[in-house]
């Protein structure tokens, strides 16, 4: 059977969501996320939900558990069980954050990496053996971080992020993710113009973008929650996304405070109605 495709909107899908989905109306959602952790052992009512759903759209995955810029061995046998999932639900996209989340334990939460050279061989290593596992080329996520990871003898990162992030994805040969919201939360905590970051990264390995809400603790202080309704210069970012990568498939992120589904298709009808125009530009 081919892998379903995936391409124009899609809306991670949250328990939630379960019984709300099946009757929502055809094309307004082009596809679901999953983080496969949250649903790789689930069986019984749920499990079957989650199967008629894989068998009604397209499905890619986000992943929270890899830890791809931990100092630990990498976890072979949790990839492998990815790659179970993966193949057991015909799902193609696996995308992972640029972050650590585990050392001795888990952390229960997405640290960032020193932005080094010795870093990013140390990643792309990881990230060629979990592609090799898994069979398919995965993306990585710019994350939203707080504080940049120094140390005594390095004072200052090495390396400013857009590099960092650049030379990841050429040495390890895997796409991005581009999440256009944490752009703009990094771009007011670290004060760098956005725009120029986005326009930095190479489109050639665009393939999937998301976008969500965020939370301002301060003028200088923004949480990446994923919580709130995207807002206006978040949308205007992902126009300049699209201008410099083109129109690539792009998830509405919603975790917390779940509005009622109506108001979350209005929000995907939102994304919709920006790659149209960019279409509808590129066409005059």
């Known amino acids: 059977m081919p892998l379903p495709k995936v391409q124009g909107v899609g809306l991670g899908l949250r328990r939630e969501l379960l019984d ?16 496969p952790e949250n649903w790789m052992a689930m069986g019984g009512r749920l499990g079957a939900k989650f199967r008629a759903l894989t068998e009604r759209y397209p499905f890619s995955t986000h992943g929270l558990s890899l830890s791809i810029g ?7 046998d949790f990839v492998t069980r990815i790659k179970q999932f993966l193949d057991e639900h015909n799902i193609e996209l696996y995308s992972e954050h640029l972050s650590a989340c ?7 939460d997405l640290m960032p990496v020193p932005f080094t050279e010795s870093g990013v061989r140390w990643i792309a290593e990881r990230v060629r053996q979990v592609q090799d596992i898994l069979a398919r080329r995965i993306a990585l996520e710019n994350v939203s971080y707080y504080a940049p990871v120094t ?13 960092f992030i650049r030379a990841v994805l050429e040495e390890a040969d895997c796409n991005l993710l581009l999440d256009v919201n944490n752009a703009y939360v990094n771009s007011i905590n670290h004060r760098y113009d956005p725009e120029a970051f986005i326009r930095s990264m190479p489109a050639e390995r665009i393939h999937y973008m998301h976008i969500a809400g965020h939370y301002r603790e301060a003028e200088d202080l923004l949480v990446d929650t994923h919580g709130a309704n995207v807002i206006d210069p978040v949308w205007q970012l992902l126009d300049v996304a699209y201008d410099h990568a083109g129109i690539c498939p792009t998830l509405l992120e919603r975790d917390f405070n779940l509005p009622p ?18 279409a509808h530009v590129g066409t005059r």
Do not use: C, K, W
């Not at 585990?102 to 229960?108: E, I, Q």
């Open 20 to 35: 709300q989905l099946p009757s929502s109306p055809n094309g307004r959602i082009d596809f679901l996320e999953v983080a």
């Open 70 to 76: 931990s100092p630990a061995p990498l976890d072979v």
């Open 102 to 108: 585990s050392d001795d334990g888990h952390l229960y």
């Open 151 to 163: 140390t005594p003898d390095m004072p200052v990162p090495e390396l400013d992020e857009a590099t």
């Open 261 to 278: 589904l109506p108001e979350l298709l209005s929000e995907v009808d939102t994304v919709r109605a920006h790659q149209n125009e960019v």
